[in-house]
T-cell receptor, first 120, second 112 residues
Framework: NAGVTQTPKFQVLKTGQSMTLQCAQD?????MYWYRQDPGMGLRLIYY???????DKGEVPNGYNVSRLNKREFSLRLESAAPSQTSVYFC???????????????????FGDGTRLSIL | DAKTTQPPSMDCAEGRAANLPCNHS???????VYWYRQIHSQGPQYIIH???NNETNEMASLIITEDRKSSTLILPHATLRDTAVYYC?????????????FGTGTRLQVFP
């Protein structure tokens, strides 16, 4: 089971270059997410897509664009990379929660292994 | 979403129970408590979640106080592979999209 696959795993860019990070999931999930993680910090949500055809901003969307290409794929684009965007980027996916009895069903987010991006 | 407070680090001997506390004093009635962990530099991994009753699964137990202002994640028999950063997150019930807000978490070190 591949789960969530991110490409590339590592990338070095120069300031001003553009780059698209790819993410694909094979779990037929409706929702997909992009996070960034800076050293010593938790993850911060950049953008998310609740379902195919929709995207919304998260906590830190500035400097990024996203495309939900189809149900499987959700890409993150840096149009003009800046050193402040040096980070580890994680993609995740999840299914919608469904209430069964007293508790919503377990619909956790499944994460990829990350893309380590350095911008010089 | 409510803010959470966790100790920055904890140690635990292998084979012993690891009890990780989390304060969420501003939690509202429709917010759930979630726990994720991140091993080394991998993507976070879901552990467990609950609303107001204690929950248990194959990985851990979650104890939520009666006033819901704090909770404890229990790893009953910690192993070296449980060394990780553990995140306590509170948010509304999962719906169309599940926007998680991660804090800095607790770094658990399990030692032999």
């Amino acid at each position: 089971n591949a789960g969530v696959t991110q490409t590339p795993k590592f990338q070095v860019l120069k300031t001003g270059q553009s780059m698209t990070l790819q993410c694909a999931q094979d779990m037929n999930h409706n929702s997909m997410y992009w996070y960034r993680q800076d050293p010593g910090m938790g993850l911060r949500l950049i953008y998310y897509s609740a379902s195919e055809g929709t995207t919304d901003k998260g906590e830190v969307p500035n400097g990024y664009n996203v495309s939900r290409l189809n149900k499987r794929e959700f890409s993150l684009r840096l149009e003009s990379a800046a050193p402040s965007q040096t980070s580890v980027y994680f993609c995740a996916s999840s299914e919608r929660g469904v209430r069964t009895g007293r508790l919503h069903s377990n619909q956790p987010q499944h994460f990829g292994d990350g893309t380590r991006l350095s911008i010089l | 979403d409510a803010k959470t407070t966790q100790p920055p680090s904890m140690d635990c001997a292998e084979g012993r129970a690891a009890n990780l506390p989390c304060n969420h004093s501003t939690i509202s009635g429709n917010e759930y408590v979630y726990w994720y962990r991140q091993i080394h530099s991998q993507g976070p991994q879901y552990i467990i979640h609950g609303l107001k009753n204690n929950e248990t699964n194959e990985m851990a137990s979650l104890i939520i106080t009666e006033d819901r202002k704090s909770s404890t994640l229990i790893l009953p028999h910690a192993t070296l592979r449980d060394t990780a950063v553990y995140y306590c997150i509170v948010r509304v019930a999962p719906g169309v999209a599940d926007k998680l807000i991660f804090g800095t978490g607790t770094r658990l070190q399990v030692f032999p």
